[in-house]
């Protein structure tokens, strides 16, 4: 047909061409697949690889759980069938398809706030500075001051007890604490994380609030209690605190007075990180500071009063910081003269400023300083590393906390001759030779043995 | 001539063209003969595509075929030699926490015509399937000696000079000597985010217990040697750390996938005066049956001194990433008992170190069992509730394990080698059931060994130090004190 189409002449050379490709096609594949079974091929794999994938899919535990198996311990009881049972019924070993929240099982019932109470953090305490004072008298092997003029103190931070939605998450946060650690172990400073919601009412960010009561009340022998977000890092690894400087004071914030007391601007201060003495001043304070936080529609019409009153305020449910900056704005008299708004250094670093001057600090400046030549805290406020949505774009966020983390890092890496090959980099290069005389080296920084954090004497100071 | 072949007839179906061209009027003789030529070339072609597509799949599919009857026969061998093992000793500890699995190596296939497109390396040896997750480096001179750093051998009269004149920094605090435990992870998110997850509880586990002990942690997070790659990497580390802070007396590494689950317990530093190194294993498994798991370096300490600093030194030269580390693994396997083919790991490498020169280390080295510096989590997890209605914490032992470590369970990787269920429900049960230690201070305690969430078990009180002198862990020990 197609000959009386076209013509026997032009039909034929068709029908040639086609044999040519035909030909062409097949030695190509030959080619592919001789090729791919030698040398590979990436991500396409090798014939040996489908091959184990097939072996696996057919028999998804056997091959693996085999010799190991069989090393398992053997209890005395003769478990041996629990440990055929581990590799047999445990289904795959691959945590691709894992789901974790299947895993959790809560026994018991949760407890049932009564309505018709108002809410409160604990039965009320007047006697609190007694009773510390009488403690630490009969205790001291526990003083509250660990140095002249160092305070015993205790960082809290935590995370929520379920995995972060957002896959990277957790990983994030396990940054955060690893810095968290170094800065703490430097300076003398124990850390306290929370991975346990202690009061359901006053879940999210009013969950610090009664955390932060009972540690008080666990802990007298700690004099500050330092809280600090889970999204805020140390930039300034040698930056100690100037504790002198809050003789006087019981609670320090990053803030400054005109914003808070004058204009009654809700971002005037910030509690991301903040440090507070143990006393009967600071319960009485926590005290002040809950009513507005337990869930539901106490805290969405406290929400709509700091809207109100506060400058700047979009409108959501009450926060814990809004609340601590109506206190304050309202309650100056009671409150004011023992707060002390700190702005010469960052004790709370706002990301969005900071996080593109790293290069230019290293260039400049040096470790110690704290300030905005050097931040002590990066805070990534609005980052939200765990859940699934922020205030800034995801990636932007991610990078920078990377950055943020490399350059407090470093700080602590070069002690041991190491730096990060770049701010963006998780690699590490040596910037020092291992010498036979180590301990002639001294580390620029001087954070290796540092004077603050020298064991002295043991005594109480009130 | 294949194509003219194919050319002159048509392969499969095409006009017999020249037949045509010469004149149709030949007759059905010449058609049928053509026809027969046809097919008879047909069929040429269809045998040499049939003998190139068999000669190419028994060069590749040879190789899965050879290893996975070697893999059989490994674990043959495996289960006959371990069954006396454990038949003698019950309490068999069992194989640490490998960064990649032991993989069965394959023999090249000597008995095929190899196809000449396949570049097999020259080695006369058997190599290894290709590793698509490490690329060897082919940097390391196997002449040289890899060293960990300049050789020193003063180390101890330097560290007494410098406590000397350093008594802000003594080496003793409290009556403690000071510790410093070392763990850490890769520095890259895991493979699945439920690694991260269970690292960041395991953590929180020990900045808990480190809290309550007075030890600080180092958590590293960085490969500080490119060759001491894997579990090698606490290697450089701990040497480094050493080092830096002559004021430390001990070096405790542990596992990541360690969990401490006896909060109150304290290691009995006075037993380990005389001692450098205090390990968890079986000296019957060590010197009589030479296991490769009769010692376990997921968890151990290791003295700041001369004597560690060359145990080091002696025991990094099978680590270097490359053929060092695969051939060291070769003499390892033959030289262990039950070691399956892989390459060198730190664990076994100690082993050998160790039985191979016994007369010059095993004295300065503990080898613990009375309770579990390491213990095997899957003998454990199930019998935590049994151990809270029977015993209490502070033992360390079988009845309350000191440390559960998830050997096998490879959380941050991809594949483990347990099933992945009951892998996290351990790790959440050893978490809650040390954490309920931890909480109980605090008046709080999980709701069941598999929930996140807490309960209150002691009301809120006017007067809660009654409970701190009660309850703190710190107290206790200070009151047992003599």
Excluded at chain 1, 93 to 108: A, P, Q, S
Excluded at chain 1, 353 to 382: A, C, S
Excluded at chain 2, 327 to 345: C, I, N, S
Aim: hydrophobic share 35%; with cysteine.
């Amino acid at each position: 047909m197609i000959e009386r189409c076209l013509g026997p002449h032009r039909c034929r050379r068709i029908q040639r061409a086609l044999r040519h490709l035909k030909v062409t096609v097949l030695c190509l594949v030959l080619t592919v697949v001789v090729l791919r079974g030698t040398i590979g091929a990436g991500k396409f794999g090798t014939p040996e690889q489908d091959l184990d994938e097939i072996r696996q899919h057919f028999q998804p535990s056997r091959k693996r759980a085999e010799p190991h198996r069989v090393l398992e311990e053997i209890q005395t009881g003769g478990d041996s069938d629990s440990s055929s049972a581990a590799s047999g019924a445990g289904g795959s070993n691959n945590y691709e398809t894992f789901e974790i929240n299947k895993i959790f099982v809560d026994e018991g019932e949760e407890e049932k706030p009564d309505p018709n109470k108002p809410y409160t953090l604990g039965p009320k305490i007047s006697d609190w500075d007694e009773q510390r004072s009488d403690w630490l008298a009969k205790n001291p092997t526990f003083p509250n001051f660990i140095g002249p003029n160092k305070p015993r103190v205790l960082l809290v931070t935590g995370s929520a007890p379920k995995p972060c939605e957002n896959p990277v998450g957790d990983h994030y946060l396990l940054k955060s604490i690893k810095n968290k650690i170094d800065y703490c172990r430097l300076h003398g400073i124990e850390i306290f994380y929370n991975m346990a919601l202690l009061d359901a009412e006053m879940a999210g960010f009013w969950a610090k609030l009664p955390l932060i009561r009972k540690l008080l009340l666990s802990h007298p022998e700690v004099e500050f209690l330092w809280w600090m977000d889970s999204d805020a890092m140390f930039t300034d690894m040698a930056f100690e605190l100037p504790w002198e400087r809050y003789k006087e004071y019981n609670l320090v914030m990053h803030g400054w007075n005109e914003m808070v007391y004058d204009e009654k601007n809700w971002i005037g201060l910030n509690t991301g990180s903040f440090l507070l003495r143990n006393n009967q001043w600071a319960l009485d304070l926590l005290d002040t500071w809950a009513p507005m936080g337990p869930k539901g529609k106490i805290r969405e019409e406290a929400g709509k009063v700091l809207t109100r009153e506060l400058k700047g305020r979009p409108v959501f449910e009450a926060d814990d910081q809004s609340a601590m900056v109506y206190l304050l704005a309202t309650q100056r008299d009671t409150w004011g003269n023992k707060v002390y708004l700190e702005n010469g250094y960052y004790l709370h670093g706002y990301w969005g400023i900071l996080v593109d001057r790293y290069e230019e600090m290293i260039e400049n400046y040096h470790p110690g300083l704290g300030d905005h030549r050097w931040p002590l805290v990066t805070h990534f406020v609005g980052c939200k590393p765990c859940g699934k949505f922020g205030d800034y774009p995801v990636e932007r966020c991610l990078k920078q906390m990377d950055r943020a983390f490399n350059f407090g890092d470093n700080q602590i890496l070069q002690i041991y001759g190491f730096t990060h090959k770049s701010l963006a980099s998780r690699k590490v290069k040596r910037v020092r030779n291992e010498t036979s005389n180590p301990l002639e080296m001294k580390d620029e920084l001087g954070l290796l043995h540092p004077a603050f954090k020298a064991v002295k004497l043991q005594t109480n100071q009130v | 001539m294949v194509q003219d072949a194919l050319r002159t007839s048509g392969s499969g179906g095409g006009l017999p063209t020249t037949a045509v061209w010469n004149g149709g009027g030949r007759g059905r003789g010449f058609l049928r003969g053509w026809q027969v030529q046809n097919t008879s070339i047909n069929i040429k072609i269809m045998i040499l595509c049939g003998f190139v597509t068999i000669l190419v799949l028994l060069g590749t599919v040879s190789f899965g075929n050879l290893g996975s009857s070697n893999a059989d026969a490994v674990n043959q061998n495996l289960i006959k030699e371990t069954e006396p093992i454990l038949a003698e000793s019950p309490s068999a500890s069992v194989p640490t926490d490998l960064e990649e699995l032991p993989k069965p190596e394959a023999n090249p296939p000597t008995d095929l015509e190899e196809p000449p497109i396949a570049e097999e390396p020259s080695k006369p040896e058997a190599n290894p399937p290709p590793e698509l997750e490490e690329p060897p480096k082919a940097e390391v001179n196997p002449n040289v000696t890899y060293t960990l750093g300049p050789r020193i051998t003063n180390w101890d009269s330097q560290r007494k000079v410098w406590l000397n004149q350093n008594p802000g920094f003594p080496s003793i605090v409290n009556g403690k000597a000071r510790i410093l435990l070392l763990t850490g992870s890769p520095p890259g998110p895991c493979d699945k985010p439920i690694g991260d997850y269970y690292l960041l509880k395991t953590v929180k586990n020990k900045i808990d217990y480190c809290r309550i002990h007075g030890i600080e942690i180092v958590y590293n997070m960085a490969h500080l040697d490119e060759e001491l790659s894997g579990y090698w990497t606490k290697l450089p580390m701990i040497r480094r750390l050493m080092l830096s802070h002559p004021e430390v007396e001990w070096i405790w590494w542990m596992d990541s996938d360690a969990l401490f689950t006896d909060i109150l317990f304290e290691i009995p530093m006075s037993r380990y005066e005389k001692h450098n190194l205090v390990i968890h294993g079986y000296p019957d498994l060590l010197f009589n049956q030479k296991s490769w798991v009769a010692l376990n370096t997921g968890v151990f300490l290791l003295r700041n001194c001369q004597w560690s600093l060359d145990l080091l030194d002696a025991w990094a030269p099978m680590g270097p990433k490359g053929p060092i580390r695969d051939e060291a693994g070769k003499v390892l396997t033959a030289y262990l008992k039950g070691r399956p083919a892989f390459e060198a790991d730190d664990q076994s490498a100690l082993i050998y170190l160790l039985l191979s020169q016994k007369e010059k280390w095993m004295e300065k080295v503990y080898v613990e069992n009375q309770y579990y510096l390491h213990g095997f989590w899957e003998g454990l997890v199930d019998k935590y509730e049994e151990m809270i209605e029977k015993y209490h914490p502070g033992l360390g032992d079988e009845r309350w394990p000191f440390v559960t470590h998830f050997v096998g369970c490879k959380p941050c990787g991809s594949y483990a080698d347990y099933a992945e269920e009951r892998c996290f429900k351990g790790m959440e049960r050893a978490f809650n059931f040390a954490d309920n230690q931890v909480l109980k201070l605090y008046g709080f305690s999980h709701m069941g060994l598999l929930s996140p969430k807490v309960k209150r078990i002691r009301n809120e009180t006017v007067s809660p130090l009654e409970f701190v002198d009660k309850f703190d862990i710190r107290r206790t020990h200070e009151e047992t004190k003599p």
